[in-house]
């Protein structure tokens, strides 16, 4: 620090030798330098949205069964929707596919057209529970 004041020193007494008009201007960078950001287009991962269980697997509790942007699949018996639409299970089980007609609930924008007569059709995802049967015996009923 002592050198940069004394540095500072040093040019005020410069310029007050050579005068205001002929003052050295020193200045540091205030951005460090980067490098170009062109075609930068198709060069980020992907999210790795889909499906994560097939129809007829075994899922346990809280599981991510599909992954999606918005709500093209739609949660059905023991299924779970998180915030970003996401499909989890809630219950151990298999996992089960269905085409079902929608039936929206009345604050929906889909209720006026289906009270109207539109059929609308969307794939339900749904998990059967199992019943897990013990495989190992207690010591006292051997």
Request: aromatic letters at 8%; glycine letters at 10%.
């Amino acid at each position: 620090m002592a050198n940069l004041l004394g540095f500072s020193r040093l040019m005020t007494g410069v310029s007050r030798q050579i005068g205001l008009s002929d003052s050295i201007a020193v200045r540091w960078a205030s951005k460090k330098a980067g490098s170009n950001t062109r075609n930068k287009v198709g060069s980020t991962p992907g999210k790795s949205r889909g499906l994560k269980k097939k129809e007829g697997s075994f899922i346990h509790k809280g599981e991510v069964i599909f992954t999606q942007l918005g709500l093209r699949y739609y949660p059905g018996e023991n299924v779970g929707l998180l915030r970003d639409k996401t499909l989890v299970a809630l219950c151990d089980g298999k996992v089960m596919i269905s085409h079902e007609y929608l039936d929206p609930f009345p604050d929906s924008p889909l209720y006026e057209p289906v009270k109207k007569g539109v059929l609308i059709r969307k794939k339900f995802f749904h998990v059967i529970p199992v019943p897990l049967h013990a495989k190992f015996r207690l010591v006292s009923q051997i």
